[in-house]
């Protein structure tokens, strides 16, 4: 069995402090948050887009799969403004709703049922047995308090120094420090309207925020394998989240189309955008989100998502992955098929191997 508790392994009731970074938009299945638990580390649903019944069933299954620790995420976040009209944003895409033999315009769509709230997805996530809390893209102090009533710990994601003292001035028990190269959406708490967000990379954030902050530090962003976790480790970091390495585990949903992108994917073929959702995130980049980034502008954060909700669900279906959106950090062609908790073993093995080739080369 693999020794490298830090006191963060405490504070989430884990044995090795590897965080399965929870993942919007279905990645995060049951079975890949227990697997992930069940092998010493901390599972965690991206619950965000969820209906809270759906949350409640998946952590129902988690813990009938075997696991007793179980994170929840949230992301924090509020309507922004729109840079252009849907007109225009649909005029951009004509060619691309041609490729995938879609109508242009778009048919108006159905109005949306809303979603449940970061509050009401924390609530009932607690309730039905998640352990801990973890938060992105915004200050936790919106469910600091349903957190602390139920005795979890909440580790609350941000990129920059300032957002992690704002964090835990709000109260986080914990903060995950997200460097440039992460998947998915960027941690910063107010964006600015143009959407440029500093991109600070984790060997330059993590130092700087365990300096900051009197709580564990947990590191997010480009790591993949055992080097990552003993470097993060070495930083100061108590421990690290992985989102991209575990989008290939054989228990993720990510599709096979997904999948076959990521793996071998260049360092060189990702991008930070706000055009796809309204907030800046880190893309696979493809003649889509090219075109997005060009420059149409987004309609705003939840209608920009929605506006291209059959462009997503064509590309899909039929395969076509240069038209379809997908979230991954600079690292993913690291990544390969592998099951959850060989990934954990494996990333823990090595890391410990690491530092005691370093161990020796100190002596
Ligand atoms: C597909 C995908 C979805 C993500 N969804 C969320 C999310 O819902 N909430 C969140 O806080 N972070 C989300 N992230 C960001 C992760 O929390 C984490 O910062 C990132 O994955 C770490 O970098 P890595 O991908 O290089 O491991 C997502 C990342 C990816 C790749």
Do not use: K
Request: with cysteine; aromatic share 2%; net charge negative.
């Amino acid at each position: 069995m693999t020794r490298l508790q830090t006191p963060l392994c405490a504070l989430l009731g884990i044995r090795i402090p590897i965080l399965l970074a929870g993942m919007a938009a279905g990645p995060c299945t049951p079975e890949l948050v227990a697997a992930v638990s069940c092998a010493g580390g901390l599972g965690v649903f991206g619950a965000t887009g969820m209906t809270t019944t759906a949350l409640e069933r998946d952590i129902e299954r988690a813990r009938e799969l075997g696991a007793t620790a179980i994170g929840v995420n949230v992301q924090i976040t509020h309507p922004n403004a729109p840079r252009t009209d849907p007109a225009t944003l649909a005029n951009a895409l004509v060619d691309v709703r041609r490729a995938l033999d879609l109508p242009s315009p778009p048919p108006a769509a159905a109005p949306h049922p809303p979603a449940a709230s970061a509050r009401e997805l924390i609530d009932a996530a607690l309730a039905a047995g998640a352990t801990v809390v973890t938060t992105g893209l915004g200050d936790p102090a919106e469910i600091r308090d349903l957190a602390a009533a139920r005795g979890a710990p909440v580790l609350a994601m941000v990129a920059s120094v300032a957002d992690a003292r704002r964090a835990r001035a709000s109260g986080a028990d914990g903060i995950i420090a997200q460097g440039a190269e992460a998947g998915g959406h960027r941690a910063t708490f107010d964006v600015p309207a143009d959407g440029r967000v500093p991109l600070v990379g984790t060997l330059a954030l993590v130092p700087r925020v365990v300096d900051a902050v009197d709580v564990p530090v947990v590191a997010s962003g480009g790591i993949m394998d055992g080097r990552g976790l003993a470097a993060v480790l070495a930083l100061g970091a108590q421990g690290a989240s992985l989102g991209t390495r575990f989008l290939l585990a054989t228990e993720s949903a990510a599709a096979p189309i997904y999948r076959a992108t990521l793996a071998g994917l260049p360092e060189t073929a990702t991008v930070v955008t706000d055009a796809v959702t309204g907030r800046p995130a880190r893309w696979v980049r493809n003649a889509l989100i090219d075109r997005l980034d060009a420059g149409p502008g987004h309609v705003g954060w939840g209608p920009q998502r929605h506006a291209l909700d059959d462009i997503r669900t064509a590309a899909a279906v039929r395969g076509e992955p240069e038209y379809l959106p997908m979230l991954a950090g600079q690292g993913a062609g690291m990544a390969r098929e592998q099951a959850a908790a060989a990934i954990v073993d494996e990333i823990a093995d090595e890391a410990v191997a690491v530092m005691t080739r370093l161990g020796d080369l100190a002596r």
